[in-house]
């Protein structure tokens, strides 16, 4: 409301234009109006009325003047201007750091006379490549575990079947070359499902897997080891290998072969 009021007097004041020769002309119509003769007194009364107008109309124009250049010489209020809060921008915390990161634990190793040494292959094996055997819906391939020493070996037998099997029986025999001796067995698919045997026999050691009747085998790449210590001496699987017997919908096939080194 007051910045209207404002706004609205200093456009009068600078509108207004004082009429100065008209002002002089009613002065000087005043004045030279007719003289009273019979009294000296009226004339310098309204002499002094005249002058007196004359000064009260100054006096007017001079207020007005003093109040409209004050009001023009008010300087409009200055408009707030509402700085705006810059905020910093967003910085997004690391994630925080464990006071004890986990450590790598390296695989054990594998030591002479462990019953069940780390196996180094799973279900999920490579087709086997060296030495390979083939019959019906069987590949199979024979190789010495890269954990081997010259203490102890692991001798893999790498199976994969494109059908199922109801019927399964792998046999690895390895020569008795003095101090050969079993270490135990391992295979991909459950132990469970197998009956595992390991005797001498004909001068060797003789591992055998057979399925438990009502048992199947599924379709893929299965992995079975025979490991045993080496004995006295630096030992060759010359004279080592295998054999599978399966039976599946498309009937009934075999494979056999050797252990070749993996180095």
Known sequence: MNEDINRRLREAAEAHRP??????????????????????????????????????AGGILTTGGLAVAAIVATPP??????????????????????????????PPATTPG????????????????????????????????????????QSNLALKTTQPLTSLTIEIRIVQTGGTKNTGTWQTLPGDDFTVTVQEAGGALVYRWVLKPGLTVPAGNHEFAAQFNNGAGVRKATGDGYRV??????????????FVPTR
Do not use: I
């Open 19 to 56: 009429d100065r020769a008209r002002m002089l002309a009613r002065v000087e119509r005043g004045m030279a109006g007719p003289a009273v003769r019979h009294r000296a007194r009226p004339f310098a009364r309204s002499g002094t009325r005249v002058v007196l107008a004359g000064l009260a």
């Open 245 to 258: 017997d399966a039976q599946g919908s498309g009937g009934s096939a075999s494979v056999r072969g050797g």
């Open 114 to 153: 462990s019953a069940r040494p780390t196996p180094s292959a799973t279900a999920t094996s490579p087709s086997p490549t060296a030495g390979e055997s083939r019959n019906g819906p069987l590949r199979s391939a024979g190789s010495l575990d890269a954990k081997s020493t010259v203490y102890w070996t």
């Open 77 to 106: 209020p200055k408009p707030t201007v509402t700085t705006p809060t810059t905020l910093p921008p967003a910085v997004s915390s690391p994630p925080p750091k464990s006071a004890h990161p986990t450590p790598v634990v390296p």
